[in-house]
């Protein structure tokens, strides 16, 4: 299943363009606390698609220009968060790795995540490492596939928040996408 700029834009806007990890008002503060960059540079966008290739299911193609579609359209005080905590992530592997996230093959990249603890920790916006980059990088990127209207197909849901799918979608079964009558 290919991702397209209009799953992208659909899923950035289908909370009215504010994603479920905002952290309700608080966002510009902790930015302004830590004297974080807001802008996303061209090595922070490669690594996050280097980590959406990870953690998206390998069905998905077209993930680099769904990601940067996505992440551009987050307001600006999310993508500073995202920006910094990204640069983190970077600094992170260069120090354990020797070389930056992107540029390491998948496998080597799963295990950055995994040695991390990313998979087993909670997201906590203001806690360790680990916990900001499920919270900031790993959950904003998989919010934004699974609100997508592609994405979505992939776990079965077939009306994704801002994406209408009309009275027979109601009347069925997930399992029986058609009705009986035709």
Known sequence: ?????????????????????????????????RNETTELGDAEMR???????????????????????YISALPPSQQGLVA????????HTRNVRGRDFPNLSIGERNSVLRTMGVDRVGSDAY???????????????????????????????????????GYESYQNHPENPQSDAD
Do not use: C, K, W
């Open 84 to 91: 910094s905590v990204t640069d983190e992530l970077r600094s």
């Open 47 to 69: 690594t996050l698609v280097a980590t959406a290739e990870v953690i998206y299911p390998s069905a998905i193609s077209g993930i680099e220009t769904f990601v940067e579609n």
């Open 127 to 165: 806690g360790t490492l680990p916990e900001r980059v499920r919270y900031y990088v790993v959950n904003q990127l998989l919010y934004g596939v699974y609100t997508s209207p592609t994405g979505s197909r992939l776990v079965g849901i077939q009306n994704p928040v801002g994406h209408p799918g």
């Open 1 to 33: 299943m290919e991702l397209t700029r209009r799953d992208a834009i659909i899923a950035a806007f289908a909370g009215g363009g504010v994603t479920a990890f905002a952290t309700f008002g608080q966002t510009e503060g902790l930015l302004q606390s």
